[in-house]
C-alpha cells in the first residue's frame, strides 16, 4: 500500500527555519516524481515544486523559487520541504504527493495528511 | 503561467442531481488536466487524470471531458457524501503545474 507519512504540526517565529518531511512506503521511492501543495488558510491549492528523488532534478514555481528548498534522501524514502527564514505569510497546510507518470507533468495519485506550519510573533 | 479558471465557485444541490464544474484554461493544454476532491479536513484526491481517464477506486458517478482550453467535470446523481471542494490541475507546460481556483459543491 502506497502511503506518505508527513511530519507533525510546527509553530515557529518568524525569521526561524524549518525542515518538514514526508516519509513514503509501499513503492519505489527514487521512480516517483514527489510534489509539494501549499494551502493557505481557507483558500485553494498552488502547487510548489517537484523532485525526482533518483537524481534529485528538481522544478520550482516562480512563485516559490529561491523561498523554499526541496530536496530528498533516497536511503530513507523521504522527502523534505524547507525554510530558511520564514515569515508570517508562510502560515499554510503543506501536502506532499506522488507524481503519477515518469515526467514532472503528472498528476498526483497519493497525498499526505498535509503539515499545518503556523508563524506567528 | 498557464491560468485555470473554473466556474461556478460554488453550486449548492440536491441528491441525484447532476452536477457539471468547468474548468478553462488560459491556453491550450491538450488533455493535460485533472481533477481532485477535498473534503473540509482531508487531503485531495484524485478523480479523473488527462481529461478523462477514471480512477481505480472512484465512483463510477464522476467522469470527466474535454481537451484544449476547455474541460468538464460531471457528477451523475450526486450524493451526501460527494459534498467537498472540487479543484482542477494542468501539468502541460513548464513550471507552475497550475490548480483551478475550487468549486465549493454543497449538498441542499
Known amino acids: 500500500e502506497v502511503q506518505l507519512v508527513q511530519s507533525g504540526a510546527e509553530v515557529k517565529k518568524p525569521g526561524e527555519s524549518l525542515k518538514i518531511s514526508c516519509r513514503a512506503s509501499g513503492y519505489s521511492f527514487a521512480a516517483y516524481w514527489i510534489g509539494w501543495v501549499r494551502q493557505m488558510p481557507g483558500k485553494g491549492l498552488e502547487w510548489m515544486g517537484i523532485i525526482y528523488p533518483a537524481d534529485s532534478d528538481t522544478r520550482y514555481s516562480p512563485s516559490f523559487q529561491g523561498q523554499v528548498t526541496i530536496s530528498a534522501d533516497k536511503s530513507i524514502s523521504t522527502a523534505y520541504l524547507q525554510w530558511s527564514s520564514l515569515k508570517a505569510s508562510d502560515t499554510a497546510m503543506y501536502y506532499c504527493?506522488?507524481?503519477?507518470?515518469?515526467?514532472?507533468?503528472?498528476?498526483?495519485?497519493?497525498w499526505g495528511q498535509g503539515t499545518l506550519v503556523t508563524v506567528s510573533s | 503561467e498557464i491560468v485555470l479558471t473554473q466556474s461556478p465557485d460554488f453550486q449548492s444541490v440536491t441528491p441525484k442531481e447532476k452536477v457539471t464544474i468547468t474548468c478553462r484554461a488560459s491556453q491550450s493544454i491538450g488533455s493535460s488536466l485533472h481533477w481532485y476532491q477535498q473534503k473540509p479536513d482531508q487531503s485531495p484526491k484524485l478523480l479523473i487524470k488527462f481529461a478523462s481517464q477514471s480512477i481505480s477506486g472512484v465512483p463510477s458517478r464522476f467522469s470527466g471531458s474535454g481537451s484544449g482550453t476547455d474541460f468538464t467535470l460531471t457528477i451523475n446523481s450526486l450524493e451526501a457524501e460527494d459534498a467537498a471542494t472540487y479543484y482542477c490541475h494542468q501539468s502541460s507546460s513548464l513550471p507552475p503545474l497550475t490548480f483551478g481556483g475550487g468549486t465549493k459543491v454543497e449538498i441542499k
Open positions: 504527493a506522488r507524481g503519477d507518470g515518469s515526467y514532472y507533468t503528472t498528476p498526483f495519485d497519493y
